[in-house]
């Protein structure tokens, strides 16, 4: 029996849930692994994370800040 897939589009609609839930909600590539395991039910591997949230940097639809320790964080773009 095959296990179930984690594709782009399900990691991408699970980030999109979870900011819809929490709009101030900021993390790391390792934390938004965590947002999708807990609305998926699954927890995609880091390296397609990174591949959706670049994606979706380019797209305007995530924002990212440094913060002083070097941590990237990532979250819904704030409105001027």
Known sequence: MALPT???GHVRDAVV????R???ARDSLR???AWCEAILGLRPAEDLVEDVVESMLADGAL???RLPDGT???GAP???
């Open 63 to 65: 924002h990212a800040v």
């Open 72 to 74: 990237k964080v990532y």
């Open 17 to 20: 849930e979870h900011l819809r």
């Open 22 to 24: 929490y709009p101030d």
């Open 78 to 80: 704030r409105s001027p």
């Open 31 to 33: 934390g938004i692994a």
């Open 6 to 8: 984690i594709g782009r």
